[in-house]
């Protein structure tokens, strides 16, 4: 009956860890992500994402030149809509690309600013296409610590149109709001679990005017909490703009919301509100800091890895009862041979050791996984449960969370040295618990600082 428990909490750990792991979607310029952040996540192994966002933002222009105003004269409105395609090639590394539309209009008070370098006297508008945005993203996973990952990307942002900014009902003005030249950025992000911290810079492309704008360093948090279909999500980030002929001011921007799985489909809604921190602490609510997002996304789903396989016990065998002798027969016509009864299934067991405290791999554990995941390709039915455990030393939680990622790390080699399907590995952790050996000594507690591998190979081989 414990052993039955057992199975099930497992089985249970695992729907949990891959319904957290799939849970991934396209950020508003294409990247996995957050709403405007991306994380170091990566999409799934040779699948496409896709994904539909609008959003609205409330900015401050720069000052004119040789002109000082109540910034509350310069507040514009941005509106912005893109779509966006990427594709993962490997679990290190994606592409992805985005283009769209982009609106600026000028808000009722306006006395005159600078917007991405241009001068803008009077009330004007301008709607132009985005710059397509072509990328590409690189992840480093830690060895010591599944949850822990980098991630690297680089991406060219390219004119596409020329367009007029409209001002007093005419086109005055030969130029677009976006520059005219190809802007580059580059950045990172870490992921730790529910929490990524980004960093991003944009150095951007003259004007045709030889009008040189600010380029944008990019510093922000980001948290997505699941619970269920539903992860609440929230980023907080500032922009600093860099140089530039005339200088604009730096702004914080803050989006709270939430992003909707539709069932197992990869498809999800998000939904946000956004608001410029810097316009509600100096103004309040006039003229108002807030704006949104809303996006529609997809992005391939994982299966659910199957349980672990049971063997049950063999039925008692019924006692012989002796039949009365009977009148020989004549011989009955020879049957045919009965078909040869299907293997039984067979485990092997197999023991890792680690230091105290560590969850990484020595080469003696991780020559031991070799020979384990060669006998996994030679029956590709087979399958492995791997339960981690500690010694008894300091508290239980920590215990058992470091007993899971020796767990996670065995795991972590068999998927990514040996190219074992994931979906194959369940994975336990016991903490101190089933101590195999007296912790009372250290060289007890150093066989106790351990993960038992049992592999059921299917055809019995």
């Known amino acids: 009956m414990k052993a039955k428990r057992t199975a099930l909490l497992g089985m249970l750990a695992c729907l949990i860890s891959a319904a957290a792991s799939a849970q991934l979607a396209p950020n508003n310029q294409g990247d996995i992500g957050l709403f405007t952040m991306p994380t170091a996540d990566q999409p799934q192994p040779g699948h496409f994402t896709l994904g539909a966002y609008g959003w609205l933002e409330q900015l401050a222009a720069g000052n004119l030149p040789d002109q000082t105003s109540d910034e509350r004269t310069r507040v514009f409105r ?45 009330p004007f508008s301008s709607s132009e296409a985005r710059k ?61 679990g529910v929490f990524t911290g980004m960093a991003s810079y944009i150095l951007a492309g003259f004007h045709d005017q030889d009008v040189r704008p600010s380029n944008r360093l990019r510093l922000g948090v ?34 709270l919301g939430a992003r909707f799985w539709i069932g197992r489909t990869g498809v999800a809604v998000s939904t946000a509100l956004s608001m410029n921190l810097d316009l509600l602490i100096k103004h309040g609510n006039n003229p108002s800091p807030f704006g949104g997002v809303l996006g529609l996304t997809y992005a391939a789903w994982p299966p659910l890895p199957p349980p672990p396989v049971v063997v049950p016990p063999p039925a008692p065998s019924a006692p012989a009862v002796e039949e009365p002798k009977a009148e020989a027969a004549a011989p009955a016509p020879a049957a045919a041979p009965a078909p040869p009864p299907p293997p039984t299934p067979k485990k092997t067991t197999d023991e890792i050791l680690f230091d105290a405290g560590s969850a990484r791999l020595t080469n003696i554990a991780k020559a031991m996984l070799d020979g384990i995941a060669l006998r996994m390709k030679n029956d590709l039915n087979s399958t492995a449960a791997i339960t981690g455990y500690s010694d008894n030393s ?63 190979l299917i055809s019995g081989a």
């Open 394 to 456: 300091g508290k239980e939680d920590a215990n058992v969370a470091i007993s899971a990622k020796r767990a996670e790390a065995a795991k972590e080699y068999l998927v990514t040295r040996h190219g074992i399907d994931p979906g194959r590995i369940a994975l336990f952790a016991r903490g101190s618990q089933d101590a195999a050996h007296d912790n009372a000594t250290p060289e007890g507690r150093a066989k106790n600082r351990r993960a038992v591998i049992v592999v059921t």
């Open 222 to 255: 980001g948290v997505d909490v699941p619970a269920g279909p539903v992860h609440v999500i929230g980023e907080l980030d500032r922009t600093i703009l860099d140089g530039g002929d005339y200088p604009e001011p730096n702004y914080s921007m803050m989006n």
């Open 78 to 122: 941005h509106v912005s809509g893109e779509f966006s395609i990427g594709f993962g090639f490997t679990r290190h590394w994606s592409i992805f690309a985005s283009g769209g539309m982009d609106d600026f209009k000028s808000r009722g008070g306006w006395q005159g600013g600078v917007v991405n370098g241009l001068p803008i006297a009077d």
């Open 132 to 192: 397509v945005r072509i990328g590409t993203k690189v992840t480093f996973y830690s060895e010591a610590d599944p949850d822990f990952k980098v991630g690297f990307w680089l991406a060219g942002l390219a004119p596409v149109n020329n367009g007029s900014i409209r001002q007093d009902q005419a086109f005055t003005v030969s130029d677009q709001i976006n520059s005219r030249r190809t802007d580059w950025e580059w950045g990172a992000a870490v992921t730790k």
